[in-house]
């Protein structure tokens, strides 16, 4: 099992700035793919960026540009960094884990997600 724990969420303005960081524990070895996922009121969870062991990135087209994933070199953390933000962006950001190498229809393991609210 792993265990994701998010921090960095909160209010900010449009045009600020926010990031978040994920803190991965237990079987994190089996972990190849670490990204974010979010969700806006009633709307689907959606990616919005994933980063896999070796580096290699994969973004939403509407973050792009506006968003940068990190993995710290122990591979145990993962950062995203939201800049130019829009109240569009408002929504639950999800942290998540998983043991495949390349995915985009979700992850293996999920953090308790942290709300980011941007206002107009």
């Known amino acids: 099992q792993v265990q994701l724990v998010e921090s960095g969420g909160g209010l900010v303005q449009a045009g600020g700035s926010l990031t978040l960081s994920c803190s991965a524990s237990?079987?994190?070895?089996?972990?190849?793919?670490m990204g974010w996922y979010r969700q806006g009121s009633g709307k689907q969870r959606e990616l919005v960026a994933t980063?896999?062991?070796?580096?290699?990135?994969n973004y939403a087209d509407s973050v792009k540009g506006r968003f940068t994933i990190s993995r710290d070199r122990a591979k145990t953390s993962v950062s995203l960094q939201m800049n130019s933000l829009k109240p569009e962006d408002t929504a639950h950001y999800y942290c998540g884990a998983d043991q495949s190498a390349w995915r985009t229809n979700g992850m293996d393991y999920w953090g308790k997600g942290t709300l980011v609210t941007v206002s107009s």
């Open positions: 237990g079987s994190i070895f089996s972990i190849n793919l």
């Open positions: 980063i896999t062991r070796g580096g290699v990135i």
